[in-house]
């Protein structure tokens, strides 16, 4: 609690500081009103005559340079008395502004001129009286309305020769915000609102404030709650803004109980025990309040062998929230036996040994794979640990590891085939101190026949190793050329026997893995393969005549096309990588065409033609065309040979207005009109055409019948 004091009232001194420089910079909202004017000590000099008073008065503020109010208020009565205005009360209403002080002006007078709201000095040619008693103020005063409390009228009064005046000012903070929702380790906090209001407590058990209405005001909950707090407009009306509210989150976090427990309730001197906590993300240990041994982290466990008797262990947990708890617990520490199983031990591979843990002190034994006796013989290698139990029940470990010798391996080879009546070589190696065959044989190696056989031997360590083999008999009848079948006409054919064997004799003498026939005699081959083993095979064939040809030589108009046809195999390829049965070429110089064909089998022909072009001027202009997309005539072009790229071509109908035009002749030749204009058919009938172009030798062409002429347009 004390610390808590001392907290509150460090917060308070910097929130008092902070207040004085921040809270008065705040914008505010404030209202200006006249409570009531008087007169008093001048007057007609006859009581029985009523005054005639005028006062105007205005105001603005130390921010905003503009002057509000000036509203003219008089009366007819005699003085001294008090006016109270029935209207224009406000002077002036300002919101959301920095000011902290407000300014007035004032202005009255004896009104005798009967002007009422502007002051006359003289009633000129009429000969009346001059108002008097004139009182102009600018300033009259300067107001810190700030100074005084907060949504409450604060009166002030000020006077100017016979004549005075109350006013009354109201003001608020304009912004009003409960503050930022809060999350912390504590029972208590400051709030930080902004604006005038009352707290309230909108859910939540157990909350209370130091002061209902102060911005700053300290909230007291219960650890582990979360409120909902209220800040809003007083409920009596008394603000200028009477409908503000807003709600703030505080949220006390529980600090974690780190829980402290241990994996033993005792133990002895350099056991090891395992201190487990909870209730944290981080955790801080440490053994005894000099901290003899430390940890610091993520881990809410610490592990340790080295507590001596009555040894204190701390932790200090820290969870999400930041919030901190603390645990300790007292350990005792007793004596340990002694235990001692000599060095590590090394055996051929499977051998058993005897492990001797005898203790001279009174105890109990258990080894690690269960036994109770004092020693224990084992097979398999590995490590074995003896607990000894003290008659205090403190245990000491030890522990020895088996090892084998490396396990000598064998290797009489792969099982493996040799040649029916051949003789292998088998050997496990040298240097062994024995050797036993399944045959009874003693030496290093044996030559064998086909079948299953078996070696042990004894190494330098005394440890024993053994292998294995099965010999069998190669397969006959592994080479094979292929099917009987059809060779070509003129045309070699390549015979493979395979590649990997050692040797090779054909019928025709040569030694290589393939030959090349042309024959149709019987052909055969002898090979011996890598175990020496010696296979043959035969193959016969008979020829498949060829009857292919192409068409006959021809010539062609330069610029037309021709097509090609070759027929009577199962595949194509021309010269020009075509691989279909028929070509159209459009050759612009003489060529000679070629085409082979596969015929089956493997076997191929070829054939050729001579295409002479004759490249005298030819152009061709349709008289008609049909665009019903009927694949046949569908577009208007023009065909043959003769003129030089760039021309002039225009259609027109029977209106003289261009439907077509284009100055390529390429477009034309390809392209064409297809019988639209703006994308719209155009009607069947006559279409007048013109041209305009030069020959190959840039001769313009003078034939009427290449300059203009008619086409018939019929869908």
């Not at 005075?164 to 503050?179: D, H, M, P, Q, V």
């Not at 010696?534 to 021809?554: E, H, K, R």
Request: glycine share 8%.
């Amino acid at each position: 609690m004390k610390a808590l004091h001392q907290k509150l009232i460090l917060i308070t001194a910097f929130i008092c500081f902070f207040s004085g420089n921040y809270f008065a910079q705040l914008p505010v909202n404030y209202t200006v009103e006249i409570v009531n004017f008087s007169q008093s000590g001048c007057g007609e000099g006859n009581l029985t005559a009523q005054e005639e008073p005028t006062w105007l008065l205005w105001s603005k503020d130390n921010i905003n340079s503009t002057w509000d109010g000036g509203y003219c208020h008089w009366d007819n009565n005699n003085e001294p008395f008090t006016y109270v205005p029935t209207s224009n009360l406000t002077v002036s209403t300002r919101n959301n502004t920095n000011a902290t002080s407000v300014i007035l002006k004032f202005d009255a007078w004896e009104d005798d001129c009967g002007s009422r709201c502007v002051f006359e000095s003289s009633c000129g040619f009429l000969g009346c009286c001059e108002d008097d008693d004139h009182q102009y103020q600018d300033p009259i005063a300067s107001i810190p309305f700030r100074d005084n409390p907060a949504c409450t009228w604060n009166s002030y009064s000020y006077s100017a020769g016979c004549f005075s005046f109350t006013i009354r000012i109201k003001w608020e903070y304009a912004l009003f915000n409960a503050g930022s929702d809060q999350a912390l380790c504590d029972d208590s906090t400051f709030l930080s609102a902004y604006g005038n209001g009352q707290w309230s407590v909108f859910n939540g058990a157990g909350g209370s404030f130091s002061n209902g209405t102060d911005t700053n005001a300290v909230f007291y909950g219960i650890s582990g709650n979360t409120y909902t707090l209220i800040w809003e407009s007083p409920s009596n009306l008394s603000c200028i803004t009477t409908n503000n509210t807003d709600t703030v989150e505080i949220e006390f976090y529980s600090d974690p109980d780190p829980n402290l427990t241990t994996s033993v309730p005792s133990i002895c001197d350099g056991e090891p025990i395992v201190f487990s906590a909870s209730g944290g993300i981080l955790y801080e240990w440490q053994i005894g309040t000099n901290g003899i041994d430390f940890q610091s982290g993520i881990s809410n466990s610490y592990a340790t062998d080295s507590l001596t008797n009555s040894d204190t262990i701390f932790v200090t947990a820290t969870d999400v929230n930041g919030c901190i708890g603390e645990d300790s617990i007292n350990i005792n520490v007793a004596p340990s036996p002694t235990n001692q199983l000599g060095p590590d031990i090394t055996v051929c591979p499977n051998e058993s040994v005897t492990i001797d843990g005898t203790n001279p002190d009174p105890v109990t034994y258990l080894w690690s794979n269960g036994a109770t006796a004092s020693t224990i013989t084992v097979t398999q290698i590995g490590v074995y640990e003896l607990t000894v139990i003290n008659n205090d029940g403190c245990r000491a470990y030890d522990s020895i590891e088996i090892f084998n010798f490396p396990q000598t391996t064998i290797n009489l080879g792969n099982d493996t085939s040799i040649c029916v009546g051949g003789t292998l070589s088998l050997s496990p190696g040298n240097g062994f101190s024995s050797y036993l065959w399944s045959t009874g044989e003693t030496s290093s190696s044996i030559n064998v026949g086909s079948g299953l056989y078996d070696v042990a031997i004894t190494d330098a360590n005394n440890c024993p190793a053994y292998d294995t083999i099965l010999i069998g008999d190669f397969l006959s009848n592994f080479i094979d050329l292929g099917n009987d079948s059809l060779i070509c006409e003129d045309q070699p054919i390549l015979v493979d026997a395979g590649a990997g064997y050692t040797s090779y004799l054909w019928s025709t003498g040569e030694n290589t893995s393939s030959i090349s026939i042309n024959t149709i005699e019987p052909v055969w081959v002898e090979v011996v393969n890598s175990d020496g083993c010696i296979d043959y095979d035969t193959v016969y064939f008979d020829t498949l005549v060829n009857t292919f040809a192409l068409s006959p030589d021809t010539s062609i108009y330069m610029g037309a096309s021709i097509d090609l046809t070759a027929s009577g195999g199962v595949s194509y390829l021309w010269d020009n990588y075509d691989t279909s049965s028929s070509i159209s070429l459009a050759p612009i110089e003489d060529i000679t065409v070629w085409v082979v064909i596969d015929i089956g089998n493997g076997c191929y022909d070829s054939a050729y033609v001579n295409i002479v072009v004759n490249d005298e001027f030819n152009i061709f202009i349709p008289n008609m065309f049909s665009p019903n997309l009927d694949g046949n005539n569908d577009e208007f072009k023009i065909y043959g040979y003769g003129l030089e790229e760039e021309i002039e071509f225009k259609i027109y109908n029977r209106l003289g207005n261009i439907v077509y035009e284009t100055i390529s002749l390429t477009d034309l030749m390809n392209i064409g009109w297809d019988g639209k204009y703006m994308d719209l058919d155009q009607p069947d009938g006559v279409y007048i055409w013109t041209l305009s172009a030069n020959d190959l030798s840039g001769t313009p062409i003078v034939s009427k019948n290449l300059q203009s002429g008619s086409i018939l347009l019929n869908h």
